[in-house]
T-cell receptor
């Protein structure tokens, strides 16, 4: 499981696109990159997972360059309800542990 | 997906006592996990609980302090024993994705907020 590094906090305004970058220099060949979102007083919620290139779902997009040493979570047109902590994790295929780093605390302002 | 409930949602306890937290999931799952999240901090995995076997504890966590039961595929309990103020935290359970059996994607309960006086 590779150590991940991401900004401690970010601020944005409603309607803007937010990009949160995570570095995972020591990512292993069979590791996936996974992002979770945690609202205050709730458990984390899975957002998106990818291995390489780009993945998009109804919530976010995940961009992973060819060397896989970093990844960027992109939230299009954020709203106040996107205020949360976002965790970047690397997860080994078939391995059961999730190791959470410090996460990025995103504050969306009116 | 999976719907997970935890009881109690919160509690205030006296030091030296024990509290048992329940986790119920609406699907049968093999793997359940218990985490601790101290105020303003990230999550720390306490142990993994597979049905039919002893729980596997992470470094820094021991069975005497955090005994876990896993009687069936939809239920688990975590007991916080002989509590001290340092045990004040949010305790969360999570499960593997029941549709795929993958634990790369986990579903979390709402957490139990514990305050020890």
């Amino acid at each position: 499981l590779a150590k991940t590094t991401q900004p401690i906090s970010m601020d944005s305004y409603e309607g803007q696109e937010v990009n949160i970058t995570c570095s995972h220099n020591n990512i292993a060949t069979n590791d996936y990159i996974t992002w979770y979102q945690q609202f205050p007083s709730q458990g984390p919620r899975f957002i998106i997972q990818g291995y390489k290139t780009k993945v998009t779902n109804e919530v976010a997009s995940l961009f992973i360059p060819a060397d896989r040493k970093s990844s960027t979570l992109s939230l299009p047109r954020v709203s106040l309800s996107d205020t949360a902590v976002y965790y970047c994790l690397t997860v080994s295929g078939g391995y059961n542990k999730l190791i959470f780093g410090a996460g990025t605390r995103l504050a969306v302002h009116p | 997906s999976a719907v997970i409930s935890q009881k109690p949602s919160r509690d205030i306890c006296q030091r030296g006592t024990s509290l048992t937290i329940q986790c119920q999931v609406d699907s049968q799952v093999t793997m359940m996990f218990w985490y601790r999240q101290q105020p303003g901090q990230s999550l720390t995995l306490i142990a993994t609980a597979n049905q039919g076997s002893e729980a596997t504890y992470e470094s820094g966590f021991v069975i005497d302090k955090f005994p876990i039961s896993r009687p069936n595929l939809t239920f688990s309990t975590l007991t916080v024993s002989n509590m001290s103020p340092e045990d004040s935290s949010i305790y969360l359970c999570s499960v593997e994705d029941p549709s795929s059996g993958s634990s790369e994607t986990q579903y979390f309960g709402p957490g139990t907020r514990l305050l020890v006086l």
